[in-house]
Antibody
Framework: EVRLVQSGGGSVKPGESLRLSCAVSGLIFTKGWMNWVRQTPGKGLEWVGRLRRRSDGGTADYTSPVKGRFTMSRDDSKNTLYLQMNSLRTEDTAVYYC???????????WGQGTLVTVS | EVVMTQSPLSLSVTLGKPASISCRSTQGLVHRDGHIYLNWFQQRPGQSPRRLFYKISNRDSGVPDRFSASGSVTDFTLKISRVEAEDAQIYFCLQTTHWPYTFGQGTRLEI
């Protein structure tokens, strides 16, 4: 069974930082790209970024709202994906999901979601 | 950025009747590899999205066959042949052909 278990959400003030984690099991982590997606009642679902697997360069792409402030990384030895969020803004308040997608895997496995509140 | 526009945004359907949701993109979704990466998702409030279809019409495991999906290039449709109570959820289209990947606004299906 594939599981993506998220941790690290919470409530912070504007300008502060937070790191989210996503522990993956049940698939070969190194074969897939990984993604972060966020959801708000107002804006709906929004892509945050994608992180290639090491064999595809291991680089990341980010969407405009978070570029320069958020950084995705992965620890293949721990099968874990991270999202470092700096200089948080009130508009970053959302439920954040880690998602498989790219490489050998489709966008069919999602974490349980973690709420980040910036206020 | 490719904008995905769903319609309607809200849909009220009688049990046992059909339902149809449209999703249109502002650019063609044909990838350079020739595939069209259009996905459909279903989501209950408070839960993670669940993928129903990928590459327009490929049904995910466990998705009832009353659901079908079709379309091409810029126009896509999700259909439910006979709506059941458990189908009262929110449905999203997602394109993963062009970066950044983008979702439709979501369609709320009510019974």
């Amino acid at each position: 069974e594939v599981r993506l278990v998220q941790s690290g959400g919470g409530s912070v003030k504007p300008g502060e930082s937070l790191r989210l984690s996503c522990a993956v099991s049940g698939l070969i982590f190194t074969k897939g790209w990984m993604n972060w997606v966020r959801q708000t009642p107002g804006k709906g679902l929004e892509w945050v970024g994608r992180l290639r697997r090491r064999s595809d360069g291991g680089t990341a792409d980010y969407t405009s709202p978070v570029k320069g402030r958020f950084t995705m990384s992965r620890d293949d030895s721990k099968n874990t994906l991270y999202l470092q969020m700096n200089s948080l803004r009130t508009e970053d308040t959302a439920v954040y999901y880690c998602v498989t997608g790219g490489g050998d895997y489709g966008f069919d496995f999602w974490g349980q979601g973690t709420l980040v509140t910036v206020s | 950025e490719v904008v995905m526009t769903q319609s309607p945004l809200s849909l009220s359907v009688t049990l046992g009747k059909p339902a149809s949701i449209s999703c249109r993109s502002t650019q063609g979704l044909v990838h350079r590899d020739g595939h069209i990466y259009l996905n459909w998702f279903q989501q209950r409030p408070g839960q993670s999205p669940r993928r129903l279809f990928y590459k327009i019409s490929n049904r995910d495991s466990g998705v009832p066959d009353r659901f079908s999906a079709s379309g091409s290039v810029t126009d896509f449709t999700l259909k439910i042949s006979r709506v059941e109570a458990e189908d009262a959820q929110i449905y999203f289209c997602l394109q993963t052909t062009h970066w950044p990947y983008t979702f439709g606004q979501g369609t709320r299906l009510e019974i």
